[in-house]
């Protein structure tokens, strides 16, 4: 049982055989409820590691619940620091029954004598050790899912051109030069795909001299892919078109080639199957059976430890393609080039992990007859015909009917903005509510312009006025801090609501902040790097709002991972983070995140004068 | 119990009260999001508002006044009612949808001018500022008597529980607690004057009760009004008669023009306008508000009158040794002072005051148990000095009530002085930290630099504050009514022509601000300060004092704005747009509604 506990930090650090021996001289102990494991200036005989069970870290020159420094549960280890340093500090009490792994000092020692890591692990601050870990998802996630949203331009190779005149050994010389398996034949400046097994072929089965020159041997026309297209888009082709490679194209003119093989050494293979099965869907229930693999990906590529900033990223695309997808199947072409379907709240921010909700609307061109009365029918039925199909793809309907069947979320671009001047003035809790939502909007599928040019609009009725401002701002500050009056971590039996005690703050103060100083990214993270550049918060700041946020996006994202469909349906179910179930080292990066939602809050209130 | 437990149980238990309010009220329990602000009901904001605008002078001292200078004290009562109106109907609803925060911020941008703003902003320090000082007397009075201490020491101890209340503390302005604020004073307030009234008038309402004839001691009806018998007590002492006034009608008449002007841009009282986001609501909220402050301003001349007949008819004529206990409480705290110039061993009360200034103990004690005082006296008949700040105070005493209501009176001073303090900090704060170091000084400051920087203006303002109240320059509400006088003749005009008329500019703005204020400061400084003694209605202009100058300088302030306007350049269309716009009703328009 020791095997499970030393796959993770710090005895990661440690190879094998340092492993081996560890999980050798290690011992088990059985502490009753109230008994002291370590007594501050105790010198320590062994560094635990608990299987099982609670204990609490107290300094007892203190009184009470001031005292409690840290709380540890399975998996954690503690003591390392006292052995290094000679005594304890601390007090370690049992809070529950606790079964512990005992490793003896001075194997401890000698391991930390053989690695230097090792060693040094235990030397650094926690603040450094917090760092560290996500810095190493930092690294981890990168390269994962960058490669997910990268273009194909981020991962072609420069093609390797040939004239028609030129013979097959030159080719296959100028192959082996280059260490590539294809090249691009110009025929009077249109290029042909010539690979390497097509050379072999026409050697050994079709009977060419080594002399013949190429030209007619090239594969027109070619398969080709924009240079701005996904990478896996590029794979989608390959892989409907049955080829392994395809040619870029940049303005009309050829700049590249990617392959398969380079390709596929960068996905990992169920990302590059869920988006494969959106692009290759032809029908709606390929769509819905790829749309079901998504909740598997989220957790495969947590598993993997990858940032969550870049999952939420990747979900975003995928989902936007899925909507789009489905909204395709559903109305007439002519709507689509009339119109612009926006996705809103967390899927507006990109900030969605799981599937929620259909909050979505619609703003038809003006000019556009799609609200006459024959059309209208149309219309509503496509619209309705397209919601449904998203039910079936797994996005519910909005409870708040924010979504395409209500008409009120359908209209044409002058009446939006009629909408928007007369939420602007109105000023009731629903019109702030809407403006946030409609503020919160990007464009899946038409024209893009027509979501900009409102935004715009908001901004103009809005970003001036300090009064609706400070409305706005209000409601960062509806819900409790998840914090006791002493700055320490509440925890209730049923949990601390962190999307109303983390997240929403964090999301609606950075918004109405991007309101008042015009930002038009939709998405916290870039509102505020956005803010930062506009000098409206500084740096440090602003990197831990985000590290805060992804905290609470992380642990929440777990929590509704951890629960059953029949669980999660329970009203805010998906938001309690249970602080009793978190390790130690959760607990203090929770209490952090929620300390820097505090200090924003008191940053909301001075500037948009909420002390009122 | 007695009455020194009472009052600990009052104001300790309003005090839980505000503090439990506060913190339930931060823990959210709502289950939507985003409806800000959508839980408080506009009579909740109404007497929020109340209890903003009525600070402990209008708590404290109002009556006191009224008690004392009984007609001439109207104008008190007739300003600052008719200035929260002006505030409510002619401004608020117009720079609610300009969009701004602050009187300076509003001036700022109205006259794309940042000299225009700091003006504004050197106006809101120097109104809020003396009305903290009012605020910290009144703090101090309560805490003095019923600590029994020294009033100096009871203002020190009201600075820290106001600096620990509003400014650490966090509690500034949550709605609720302002709400329970108002429900302490205001229960405080009338509880007394309906006693009061029962007893001596058999009217429950101390309003009707005010216009009514007295019972004597049996409880039959005496036929003699309370009015009348009051005129007769007082000039029987020598004093003029309590229902005719010495200022001249011009003057009361320019006295009140001024502190309505000037309390109309009342920046802590403004704001409370902004929190309710829906028009109709805030248009509720005030008619609520208005209601609840009448309900003591109506209170307050009854109150005034019961409290002067009681006081003289008890302390007139009466052997020092006989007193009821409350005069030598009073005489402890030093808001009390005797000399028995006569040797009679009898308190006398007349016209004029017995001593110069105000009383200074030596610190030992005469033949009949009083404090002696090194003070010069003078030659009339007066013997007692009673400060006029006491009188709302030691009333449920005079009257022989209840000790519960003597207690319950405490809790009500102490609401109304901390409700209005912790109001005003915030905006000395604010106006200091964010129209003045971030707008316009240090345009760089962080944010977290602005939150300190405001938090150490509350301090010193807090200390200055309290220098003030306990060396007050004269009468605290004589010396309001000049800051009143300042912020009517500066910027009164200033704002009333922002919002009316579209063709004001920046030129003729600032030159109407500065003659106002040069003006009305100048007159105030002569008279008050450099030649004293030529302070008689002779030698004021038109005859007016002071204390009324203001009206005249806002009168100055609109002529020169008005023609610097007219001989400079007009301003930008843009905000001439602005202007009309603000006085059209939104949502009529026909880009709205598609």
Redesign the interface.
Known sequence: MLEADLASLPFTLLDTSQRERLRRSADLGYYAVGKILLDAGQVPQHVFLIYKGEVSESDPALEGERAVIGHYVAGDLFGGISVLGGHSRYRFRAEQETLCHLIPAASFTALCDQSPAFASYFRERLAEKTQRLLSRRAEFGTTLSSFMLARVRDGMREPLTVGPNTTIEAAVARLRERGVDSLLVETRGEPGMLTKSDLLDALTRGGLALGSPVGPLARRPLIAVDADDYLFSALVTMTSRRVTRVAVFEAGEVVGVVEMLDLLSLFSSRTHWVGLQIERAETVDQLVAAAAGMTELVEGLMAQGAKLRFVMSLLAALNARLIQRAYRFSVPSLLLEQSCLMVMGSEGRGEQVLKTDQDNALILADGSTWLEPAPEAELKKALSTFSARLSALGYPPCPGNIMVTNPAWVAAESAWHGKVARWASSRDPRSLMQLAILLDTRCVSGDASLVEALRDAIFARCSDDELLLSHVARGALRFGSGLTVFGTLRHPEHGIDIKKAGLFPIVHGVRTLALERRIAATSTFARLDALVEDGRLDRAFADDLGEALALFAELRLKRQLSLSPAELSEPDAGDRVVVQQLSGFERDLLRQALHTVKAFRQRLTHRYHLEY | MDIQFLTYLFVGGSFVLYIGIA?AS???S?K???????GVSPMANGAATAADWMSAASFISMAGIIAYSGYDASVYLMGWTGGYVLLAMLLAPYL?KF???TVP?FIGDRYYSNVARTVAVICVIFVSFTYVAGQMRGTGIVFARFLEVDVDLGVVIGMVIVFFYAVLG?M??I?YTQVAQYCVLIFAFTVPAIFLSIMMTGHVLPQTGFGATLLDSAGNDSGVYLLTRLDELVTELGFREYTSGAKSTLDVFFITAALMCGTAGLPHVI??F??V??VRDARVSAGWALFFIAILYTSAPAVGAFARVNLIETVDNAAYEELPQWFYNWENSGLIAWVDKNGDGRVQMAAGDPFSGTPSYSGERGSHGERLLTNAPTDNPSEVYIDRDIIVLANPEIGNLPAWVVALVAAGGVAAALSTAAGLL?VIS?AI??DLLKKQLKP?I???G??LA?RIAAAVAIVIAGYFGINPPGFVAEVVAFAFGLAASSFFPVILMGIFYKRMNREGAIAGMLVGLIFTFSYIVYFKFIAPEMSTPEHWWFGVSPEGIGTLGMIFNFVTALVVSKLTAPPPASIQHIVEEIRVP??A?S????
Do not use: M, Q
């Open positions: 913190i931060r823990v959210g709502t939507e999001f985003y409806v800000a602000g959508g609610r969009g701004k925060f911020d966090g500034k302005g709605t704001v409370r902004f929190t986001p829906r915030l604010s930290s964010h760089d962080s944010e977290k602005e939150l405001a939104r949502g328009g880009a709205i509604d598609h």
